[in-house]
């Protein structure tokens, strides 16, 4: 069994100094939920900020069984870390060498803040007063962690998938406080494509009947509607020739009817048992406000920058070093999206290595072929 690790928690603001987003909204404090790997030297120039990924947590490595205040969504299959191939002594995150930090994200449901969180001026919780929270955002409040620690300068960022646009706009908002930087299948600004896919998905958790407009918390959850959203999400995610070799592996369910439709095939199945298990461990107003982050995401707005060329400007005098990976069959973050990056970074003579991963998995091959991706991340974590 992994090592047992335990979420850490740590308060920011406070309704005398509150926390102010870039919309307008105002958090009387916040709490951040954040595990630790490895050990901070001396001069506490070993750090390594992971993000995770749209639906992930910050438990990234190691075995965790409960999250004080989190609950049943603290599924059983979310006890070990997302990241286990990849993070640990002599791994290519090496604990043994680095001091690794993961935190989940504000407005999310594993212990940071969020729309399920009481709001302290109500006593109720925050549900659709909850305000929407940008890329740009979560870096400023991340900062924090790194104060918190005294770490003036970090090792690295790391961010794979949605991870990777808070991985950039952490590079270029704090350029001077970081010197690698490694995206995994992310992107620069996110397309009309992504847009409307993303927009799907909102759409069916808003018309859920008992969505209420994100105030549900004492009643029924709108279960179908972000049933429906993670079906549409997942065929993004998983290549469609993995969708088919693992349904024909199943059975259709007997409880598999809707109000009139029955289903009669295996891929519909599959698909429809992927959103019922997401559902047990995830929350619809935590997933609309993510999908938000990332459906209006553009890394020069983020980095309150003029140009992608004024943006970059901050990477190259401070020095960074970038390594970009793409994803071949890719469906989510086409790899045209990690070309238009690595062509930006390029064009302001920032150091980039730009790798392209052969697979078959699509884009969740960052989860399941480590072997692909490690050489790589320990050699330019080492360089």
């Known amino acids: 069994m992994s090592i047992e690790t335990r979420t850490q928690f740590l308060s920011i603001g406070s309704p005398a100094d509150p926390v102010r987003l870039r919309d307008g909204g105002v958090i009387p404090g916040i709490t951040l939920a954040y595990e630790t790997w490895g050990e901070l030297d001396a001069q506490r120039s ?37 990241w286990e191939a990849f993070i640990g002594p002599g791994k290519a995150i090496d604990t043994d060498k680095y001091f ?59 961010g794979p998938s949605v991870g990777g646009l808070v991985a950039l706009t952490f590079a270029t908002r704090f350029a001077e406080r970081i010197r690698n930087v490694i995206v995994i299948a992310s992107g620069f600004k996110t397309t009309v494509l992504n847009r409307l896919i993303l927009f799907e998905q909102i759409l069916a958790i808003e018309n859920d009947p008992h969505f209420n407009g994100g105030d549900y918390y004492d009643q029924e959850a709108p279960l179908y509607g972000l049933v429906l959203a993670r079906m549409i999400s997942h065929k993004t995610f998983v290549h469609l020739d993995a969708i088919e070799r693992r349904a024909r592996q199943d059975v259709v ?10 289903v009669r095939d295996q891929f519909q199945s599959y698909m429809l048992h992927q959103g019922k298990k997401f559902v047990r461990r995830f929350d619809a107003n935590t997933y609309l406000r993510i999908i938000d982050l990332w459906s209006r995401y553009d890394a020069v707005q983020e980095g309150d920058a003029e140009t992608p060329a004024d943006l970059f400007e901050r990477a190259r005098l401070a020095g960074q070093h970038w390594l970009v990976f793409s994803i071949d069959s890719d469906f989510c973050f086409y790899p045209e999206e990690q070309a238009e990056l690595v062509k930006h970074l390029e064009e302001a003579k920032v150091d980039v290595m730009h790798i392209t991963v052969h697979s078959d998995k699509g884009h969740d091959s960052f989860l399941l072929e480590p072997d692909l991706y490690t050489p790589h991340i320990s050699w330019v974590l080492g360089k």
């Not at 598999?256 to 029955?262: G, N």
Request: aromatic share 12%.
């Open 253 to 262: 369910q007997p409880d598999d009817v809707l109000a009139w439709y029955r």
């Open 46 to 82: 070993n750090a390594i900020f992971l993000f995770h990924a749209l639906s992930g947590s910050h438990h990234a490595m190691g075995f965790n069984p409960s999250i004080e205040g989190v609950g049943e969504l603290w599924q059983q299959e979310m006890h070990e870390g997302w």
């Open 100 to 158: 690794v930090i993961c935190a989940n994200y504000l407005g999310g449901c594993y212990g940071s803040t969020g729309p399920s969180s009481l709001n302290p001026e109500t006593s109720k919780p925050w549900g659709s007063s909850f305000p929407a929270v940008t890329a740009a955002d979560q870096v400023e409040v991340f900062s924090h962690l790194l104060n918190h620690f005294g770490i003036e300068r970090l090792h690295a960022v790391v």
